[in-house]
Nanobody, 121 residues
Framework: VQLQASGGGLVQAGGSLRLSCAAS????????LAWFRQAPGEEREIVAA????????YYADSVKGRFTISRDNAKNTVSLQMNSLKPEDTAVYCC???????????????WGQGTQVTVSS
């Protein structure tokens, strides 16, 4: 699976952005997908994850109620709608795929390139 993320940018606090990740591969629908982020000087952390059918989702406490992860298996895409953005959401965001639905980044074998999200105060 090859992943290509897009949609980052600069936004003011309180604004919204939508990240998208396009995947290649006919087995896309069998993978769990997730968004991770890494701020300067910080560890990479999971933001949200979604199971192969979309029926299971996970959100980090810091983004619950503000971010929504979704997938479209027909289009081989996974998206992250980010609302009510805060300066602390500033980071490089990456999409990733795993054969196992998990919040453990070690289980994510396939990674897209990052897209920068910057939230100004």
């Amino acid at each position: 699976v090859q992943l290509q993320a897009s949609g980052g940018g600069l936004v003011q606090a309180g604004g919204s952005l939508r990240l998208s990740c396009a995947a290649s591969g006919r087995t896309f629908r069998t993978y769990a997908l997730a968004w991770f982020r890494q701020a300067p000087g910080e560890e990479r952390e999971i933001v949200a994850a979604i199971g192969w059918s979309g029926g299971m989702t996970y959100y980090a406490d810091s983004v619950k109620g503000r971010f929504t992860i979704s997938r479209d298996n027909a289009k081989n895409t996974v998206s992250l709608q980010m609302n009510s953005l805060k300066p602390e959401d500033t980071a490089v965001y990456c999409c990733a795929a795993s054969m196992t639905y998990s919040t453990d980044r070690a289980l994510y074998r396939y990674w897209g390139q990052g897209t920068q999200v910057t939230v100004s105060s």
